[in-house]
């Protein structure tokens, strides 16, 4: 039976629908399957140096032998039902992670954890700091995500906010002959307009010609910390015009749990990142801005899990008080991190090396106790090439295809999971390091033409 529409028809149409479909995948590429740290440590900038994050390591791992000497203790404090199978893995992985990689991602703070100085201490800090960071480049001692804090660009503090960044990228330029670390990132806080960011880009474009960098090399990311940047006066979210405003610059959007909590009126004492208010900021931000690529990192767990008596010679009262008070604030970051995890924020803060252990417990707890279904759901798409099926009454389509592949890139990345582990779901070494399912099905749909 003959169609009614011609080709010339259909193809008009067709032809039109594809400039809006091409153009709405430029804004909406999907996550990107590069590495996202599983956290941000945050450190004032007077007290970075060269080898801060090593050292942040030791203290991380030496508070975790004292707390939980074994897995069997890890297990109770943070009441795993699963603990006979998984908490032996998950210790060791943690051990090791904290004795080569304890920090992923730190942020030299020059906002809230520095304070507000006078201009020639500032001035001071953004030239030593600037030092440290190069000996720590030399030495190979920094994290592998590393960066800046610098000042709101509010009308109080863009002046200081600017003269911090350019004394601070002038230093580094000058000491590593105009390099920058793997990986670094300007944050720009407390952001409510997109004019804001547009002047930061507009500042780096300055900074790259007087330095001589490649257009386009310094990145930047915004915080979301205020009601405004949720919705402003004219009752749109504008996160998205925010993320515009940095031509391609942004790479993250952070939760500011705090800040947004203070600027919602909660008061101190319930301003925690288990308030409502953070999910519906977080459910904004993910509707604003999902399927970008722009990472996304929830806030900070401002419990920290520090004893309550110090010293060489407590009684064995104030040591058990102690451990009880250290494992009764790593249930609380535990618990706030697997929140995130499960509402799909794979990233937060970190205030303090003692809460690094229970950063690692969760994820890795995350990962492994999801393995199993993932491994199938993946392992099933990948033999059945590209079609979509119904897999234990859960369909999956080729972005879900691509959604299990970072579960899995984002499992090996923090250590949950090695690459040998990964080749269970079918793929190669070589298809995992890809990073792309897309290029995967395409390799895989050629090697099926060809044996035909």
């Not at 996202?36 to 080898?51: E, M, R, W």
């Not at 508070?63 to 404090?77: G, V």
């Not at 806030?299 to 009764?328: C, F, K």
């Not at 969760?362 to 990962?367: E, K, V």
Request: hydrophobic share 40%; glycine share 6%.
């Amino acid at each position: 039976m003959q169609c009614s529409i011609t080709d010339n028809e259909k193809n008009g149409l067709l032809d039109a629908l594809r400039i809006a479909n091409l153009k709405f995948q430029q804004v909406y590429p999907g996550d990107k399957p590069d590495r996202q740290p599983v956290h941000t440590v945050y450190g004032g900038a007077n007290l970075f140096k060269a080898d801060t994050c090593p050292r942040m390591g030791e203290i991380a791992l030496k508070h975790l032998q004292t707390y939980a000497p074994d897995h069997n203790i890890l297990a109770q404090a943070l009441e795993w039902e699963d603990h006979e199978q998984l908490s032996p893995v998950i210790y060791d992985k943690i051990v090791r992670k904290l004795q080569t990689e304890a920090v992923e991602d730190f942020r030299i703070d020059f906002e809230d954890g520095f304070g507000n100085r006078p201009d020639d201490e500032e001035d001071a800090t953004a030239i030593a700091a600037a030092g440290e960071l190069a000996q720590g480049m030399l030495l190979n001692t920094i994290s592998p995500f590393i960066g800046i804090r610098i000042k709101p660009f509010t009308e109080d503090l863009k002046h200081r906010s600017v003269r911090t960044l350019d004394l601070f990228l002038t230093t580094l330029f000058n000491k590593t002959e105009g390099k920058l670390p793997d990986n670094f990132v300007v944050m720009l806080p407390k952001v409510t307009i997109p004019e804001q960011v547009t002047t930061l880009v507009r500042l780096f474009e300055l900074l790259e010609q007087k330095h001589r960098l490649t257009p386009g090399t310094l990145k930047m990311e915004t915080m979301v910390e205020a009601t405004q940047i949720i919705m402003d006066d004219e009752g749109r979210n504008p996160l998205m015009r925010i993320i515009r405003a940095s031509e391609g610059r942004c790479i993250a959007a952070h939760f500011g749990t705090y800040d947004y909590t203070a600027s919602c009126g909660i008061t101190a004492r319930y301003q925690t990142m288990a308030h409502p208010v953070c999910d519906f900021a977080h459910h904004m931000t993910k509707v604003a801005l999902g399927g970008t690529g722009i990472f996304l990192s929830d806030g900070a767990t401002n419990v920290i899990p520090v004893p309550l008596y110090r010293g060489e010679q407590l009684s064995v009262v104030e040591m058990e008080e102690n451990r009880e008070h250290v494992h009764h604030a790593w249930r609380i970051g535990y618990g706030h991190t697997m929140h995130s995890l499960i509402n799909g924020f794979y990233q937060g803060w970190d205030l303090n090396p003692a809460q690094l252990p229970m950063r690692y417990a969760a994820t890795y707890h995350f990962f492994l106790s999801n393995y199993q279904d993932a491994l199938f759901r993946l392992k099933t798409f990948v033999e059945r090439a590209a079609i979509s099926t119904l897999t234990k009454d859960i369909f999956d389509d080729a972005a879900t295809g691509q959604g299990l592949l970072n579960f899995f890139l984002k499992a090996i990345n923090c250590g949950a999971l090695s690459e040998e582990e990964v080749l269970a779901t079918g793929l190669t070494l070589d298809e995992i390091r890809t990073r792309s399912f897309y290029r995967i099905l395409e390799g895989r749909r050629k090697l099926q033409r060809a044996q035909l």
